[in-house]
């Protein structure tokens, strides 16, 4: 199985895909952003570590929408650490997580 389908690449593209997801909903649904906000406030209490992400997450969510939605769903290296802890729970539903879910599942089968 090529490297692209499995590991660390494998759930870097799904989250790419579940942020790309987001995004779209977020251009329909901008209030939803707060929702990430408070995500950062309660874990922030209880972050040692990861405590530069949400910094770097916080600045992102203040910018305008538009540059919002396209930070979230860049490539580069940045962004893909940074989508390792994303605010973004509670945006999408289950069943539009578990249908991005589904379709990677399917490209490893």
């Known amino acids: 199985m090529p490297p692209e389908q499995t590991g660390h690449d494998r759930i870097d593209r799904r989250s790419l895909a579940l942020h790309r997801a987001v995004a779209a909903k977020l251009r329909t649904q901008p209030e939803l952003l707060k929702v990430a906000l408070k995500n950062i406030d309660r874990w922030y209490a209880d972050a ?17 929408l538009d540059s919002i939605l396209a930070t979230i769903v860049e490539e580069g290296e940045r962004m893909t650490a940074l989508r390792q802890s994303t605010p973004f ?15 990677f599942k399917r490209e490893v089968a």
């Not at 729970?89 to 379709?103: F, N, T, V």
């Open 48 to 64: 040692s570590r990861t405590r530069t992400y949400l910094d770097e997450w916080r600045v992102i969510l203040h910018q305008p």
């Open 89 to 103: 729970s509670g945006i999408l539903d289950p069943k539009e997580r578990w249908a991005i879910y589904r379709q």
